[in-house]
């Protein structure tokens, strides 16, 4: 939540506080309980006891804390079992990793789907279809990612769908679909798209996994398994053996960690939905008073980006992504689409903004922004949350002017919080990623209770910081992860 201070513990230690209900480590008396763990990681619920999860956070190592590695948080969804991921080619908790590269090599692909149980069967979605993207939209909103408190649901959009799936170069085929076979019913869906991932110095031939979801009725059937086997089958079929992908869970194993942070927009309304509370000593005036941001921009030239701008917004982003461990290399074809998106679109089904500071017929700088609303449950007053995901963004002055970067680099975000504010979004989110942590605090972002996961399927990697330091505290100029996923 935005206006919660920021937590002092860093992540081994919670989670070790979890494991022994808040006692110190000298603290001997009484038996340790896992309980929380668990509740928070629904991939350890089926295979590890006490014993065993006591052992896996002996495991974690100076490595998994550079990279902030949370073992709980919000976002939780099923990513199928601890077990389930033992048997992948992934990186073990337990192992220490001094060469990366691919964990199995290619191999025969079997040309049967996976096997499902009797009364289901796989279907290709077709997201040019209305009425099969409309059953895509549906099972996403009403099964998809929730908070704890069952408060909020991410609410996506047919047009975000299209933009999320649909880059290019997408493959049919990795839209996959579990029906009931009797009523047709879609239970179940997760998808992939291809890109090329550099991981330090590999640039790697990729799928980037995501909207793993099933039929909440359905989960203790091991759908989310067998959805993740088949996706992998066919990204084998063409030729794809590596795979990225993200959670709020704790998985074999996490090579990097970033925090979720919040800057309000509209704080009344955010404090009236429960996601950002009145801190002691303030009042709404204040708080009002705090986040109020100017009508108008501060950067000389900025401007909505053209298809004309590509060329440039590409050098610009491809140079400004080779500085990170992880990134995704981008061809200005995957630019346009990312980043100009339909230009049919309305405001109202819009999402992706993105802007561009020309001086002297020069691209200079850009930034982007991207809507993903969630929808508000059990409140009678607001029924949907506008929120806006910073994505990416990249300055010349980073190169030609080194020691004003990150003055720059806070007064580009600022411009992006304004306009986001003007065309009516509640929040701004975004991530420990990037440069991020060099304007968070400043610019008045709260840490939020959620962390992403990243993880590499048949890939070991060393860890990449996440922005974070031990401790929780951000840690400026302390993240190479250069990969925003949605």
């Not at 705090?290 to 440039?312: C, E, F, H, M, W």
């Not at 917004?313 to 080779?322: I, S």
């Not at 929040?427 to 959620?450: Q, R, S, W, Y």
Request: glycine residues 8%.
């Amino acid at each position: 939540m935005s206006d919660q201070p920021p937590q002092k513990k860093g992540p081994l230690e919670k989670v070790k506080d979890k494991l022994s209900k808040g006692k110190s480590n000298g603290d001997d008396n009484g038996d340790s309980s896992a309980a929380p763990l668990v509740q928070n990681n629904l991939s350890l619920d089926q295979s590890l006891g006490q014993k065993s999860l006591e052992q896996l956070m002996k495991q974690l190592t100076t490595g998994d804390l550079l990279t902030g590695m949370a073992p709980g948080g919000k976002n939780k969804k099923d990513m199928a079992s601890y077990k389930f991921w033992s048997t992948q080619p992934v990186a073990k908790f337990e192992e220490v990793i001094d060469e990366e590269g691919a964990i199995e090599a290619p191999s025969d692909v079997p040309d049967e789907p996976t096997p499902l149980l009797k009364d289901f069967e796989w279907v290709t979605m077709d997201l040019d279809d209305p009425a099969e993207l409309k059953e895509v939209y549906e099972l996403l909103t009403q099964n998809y990612v929730e908070d704890d408190d069952a408060s909020f649901r991410f609410d996506y959009s047919a047009s975000f769908l299209q933009w999320a799936l649909q880059a290019p170069g997408f493959h049919k085929s990795l839209h996959v679909g579990v029906r009931v076979r009797a009523s047709k019913r879609l239970v179940g869906f997760i998808s992939g798209i291809p890109i090329t991932l550099r991981a330090r110095n590999h640039d790697l031939k990729s799928s980037e996994i995501n909207f793993l979801c099933v039929h909440k009725k359905l989960r203790s059937k091991r759908l989310a398994p067998t959805l993740i086997k088949e996706v992998t089958r066919r990204c084998h079929q063409l030729g794809i053996w590596q795979a990225v992908y993200t959670a709020g869970v704790v998985l074999p194993k996490p090579f990097s960690s970033c925090r979720y942070y919040h800057r309000s927009l509209d704080w009344v309304k955010l404090h009236d939905i429960g996601f950002s509370h009145l801190p002691a000593r303030s009042t709404k005036a204040r708080q009002i008073t705090k986040y109020k941001l100017p009508i108008n921009t501060s950067i000389a030239g900025l401007r909505l980006v053209t298809k004309a701008d590509v060329p440039a917004v590409g050098n610009l982003l491809r140079q400004t992504l080779a500085r990170y461990d992880v990134s995704q290399v981008f061809s200005d074809e995957e630019v346009e689409h990312w980043f100009v998106g339909d230009p049919n679109l309305g405001q109202q089904d819009k999402v992706v903004w993105t802007y561009v500071v020309e001086q002297g017929g020069k691209i200079t700088e850009f930034v982007s922004f991207y809507s993903l609303p969630s929808s508000v449950i059990g409140n009678a007053k607001h029924k949907k949350v506008n929120a806006a995901y910073l994505f990416y963004y990249g300055s010349e002055s980073y190169y030609s002017d080194r020691s004003n970067y990150e003055t720059r680099l806070k007064k580009l975000i600022n411009d992006a919080l304004i306009l986001a504010n003007n065309i009516g979004f509640d929040v701004f989110n975004a991530l420990t990623l990037l440069d991020n942590p060099m304007f968070l605090d400043e610019l008045k972002f709260g840490p939020g209770d959620g962390f992403l996961n990243y993880y590499l399927y048949n890939w070991r990697m060393k860890p990449v910081e996440g922005g974070l330091k031990t401790d929780g505290r951000l840690e400026v100029g302390g993240s190479q992860v250069g990969l925003v996923m949605l």
